[in-house]
């Protein structure tokens, strides 16, 4: 029997909008209805939905005459037409994935939930690379445990705060046409963070599943970039705090002050650094701009709020609002720091002053902001001189015997290449290691491998370990070298930086894998 109305909202996607429609349609006979909101297109996508109206009788056209700005209004449209007891929705160019209804429906039934919400995915296009959203909360391999629970009202779990997406969720009409819980008008970026803002609020009855649900379609390379995708403009960053201050205003309106308190939190330790990340990659102009909008709004944070964030993201907010601190402070000592104090895991980069920073001491060793730096070599082996930097004492407190680095390749859930090596004490100067492996080891059968570079601090006498992300030593510059092997094969290996100046190491094997290099290359010298 159909109980579901999909939503779909379109604007000029011609291209994409006849596979979102087709997902919703699969997904079966609970769909009753599949509403296609067109935002007042000027390219071909009428025409594609009439062609498709035209085939099937489930799919009812909802033409807009004027083009509303955002993606709210015409949601909302969808809302206000929809026929059934249930509803998805859907943007135009992502799809839903298979068996998202049947995974969704049955708990909704099961649970007289209002809200049922499941696994998001976002695919990179064209590699089809996939990560799950909001892993904290859906993913159980990396340790989520909500998806199987049900919950009334989000304020004994704030991380579902970090789920800001409205489309990997099945709703009870009823519930929002009751509360009047609607997106933002007009041209409102962002917008599904104050629609889920309302919808907590609301203290709905959620159920969870971790069963694929959505696939979110990420095109860096399209001609229009999706909104979460233009953050090189600063008013990106502008939508994006407007919005955030929707959020925490609907909580303080809501009397729910402990949820704008967790919501502050959020935007310090997720969006905040995200930008922070992308900063070295920004003209001069833009990063005047980004630092005066950040620090005004920052500094009207609840002590609350700054407390329930990490010790990193307090360090952040303080050099933002420190006395004397309008404008960022250049180089590695300044915004160089910030920057690398935001990476994943974050680290504090040397010099060190005499005192601590003040929260130093409330973190485990697994939450120690450590730099370690390597230097490269490339040829038939690959050599890395290592050295772990010590950080106010913390670590020669903890003893450091060892260092365990990891290679692994992005894009693969594979173990990657991992090799322990002892480490030398330098006499309060850190501690040194030394690796070295075979470059054709990191080859992968005439395609690019990226190897991301980690490792792990060990200590005498605990189990306790440091994970972090190498960075390049300074001075160490990005390079490419060719290696011919015994067989005569060539290959080409490139030590990357990345921005933050994390250490990446490129290794192309055979005529393709040299392509993608040569070709990321001309992609980003196009693109200066």
């Not at 249930?86 to 799809?95: A, E, R």
């Not at 959020?266 to 102009?285: I, N, T």
Request: hydrophobic share 45%.
């Amino acid at each position: 029997m159909a109980r579901v109305s999909v939503v779909v909202i379109t604007y000029n996607d011609a291209a994409h909008v006849t596979a979102a429609v087709r997902s919703a349609l699969a997904q079966g006979d609970e769909v009753g209805e599949v509403l296609v909101v067109d935002d007042c297109s000027t390219d071909d996508t009428a025409q594609v939905l009439q062609a498709l109206a035209e085939q099937e009788p489930r799919l009812r056209l909802l033409p807009r005459t004027t083009n509303s700005g955002g993606c709210g209004t015409p949601r909302n449209d969808g809302v206000a037409a929809a026929s059934f007891p249930y509803l998805l929705f859907l943007d135009s160019d992502d799809v839903l994935a298979p068996g998202a209804v049947d995974a969704l429906l049955p708990l909704a039934d099961k649970h007289d939930a209002d809200v049922t919400a499941g696994r998001a995915v976002r695919r990179e296009l064209p590699e089809g690379r996939e990560t799950v959203w909001a892993p904290r909360i859906y993913d159980t391999a990396a340790g989520a445990t909500l998806p199987g629970a049900v919950v009334q009202g989000v304020a004994e779990h704030p991380e579902l705060l970090w789920d800001t997406l409205s489309v990997n969720k099945l709703y009870r009409t009823a519930f929002l046409r009751d509360r009047r819980l609607t997106f933002p008008d007009g041209a409102f970026h962002y917008e599904d963070f104050v629609f889920t803002a309302r919808l907590y609020a609301a203290r709905p009855r959620i159920a969870f599943t971790d069963a694929p649900v959505y696939v979110w379609n990420v095109r860096r390379q399209a001609a229009r970039l999706s909104i979460s995708l233009r953050r090189a403009d600063i008013a990106n960053w502008r939508h994006r705090i407007a919005a955030h201050r929707g959020v925490v205003d609907t909580f303080r309106d809501a009397g729910a002050f402990g949820l704008a308190e967790a919501a502050q939190a959020k935007f310090l330790d997720y969006d905040l650094p995200m930008y922070v990340r992308e900063l070295p990659q920004r003209p001069a102009g833009y990063v005047a701009d980004w630092w005066r909008v950040t620090r005004d709004y920052v500094a009207g944070f609840d002590r609350e709020g700054l407390a329930l964030a990490s010790v990193p993201a307090r360090w952040t907010v303080r050099a933002l609002t420190a006395p004397g601190a309008d404008e960022p402070e250049p180089g590695a000592a300044g915004l160089g720091r910030l920057v690398e104090l935001a990476a994943r895991p974050p680290r504090l980069i040397p010099p060190y002053g005499d005192t601590a920073p003040l929260e130093l001491a409330e973190l485990e060793p697994r939450e120690l902001p450590v730099a370690v730096e390597a230097r490269v070599q490339t040829g038939s082996t690959t050599r890395l001189a290592l050295r772990v930097h010590d950080l106010y004492g913390r670590l020669a407190a903890l003893h450091p015997v060892g260092l365990r680095v990891t290679l692994t390749e992005r894009g693969t859930a594979g173990p990657g290449v991992s090799m322990d090596t002892p480490l030398v004490d330098e006499g309060g100067a850190g501690w040194t290691a030394a690796l070295r492996l075979r470059t054709a080891d990191l080859a992968r059968g005439g395609r690019l491998a990226v190897w991301h570079v980690r490792a792990e601090i060990r200590y005498a006498g605990t189990a306790q370990r440091t994970p972090v992300e190498v960075r390049a030593a300074d001075g160490q510059e990005a390079r490419r070298s060719a290696v011919v092997r015994p067989t005569g094969q060539v290959l080409l290996v490139q030590t990357h930086i990345t921005a933050g100046r994390a250490l990446i190491l490129r290794v192309a094997d055979g005529v393709q894998g040299a392509r993608r290099v040569a070709g990321g290359r001309l992609r980003r010298l196009l693109g200066r």
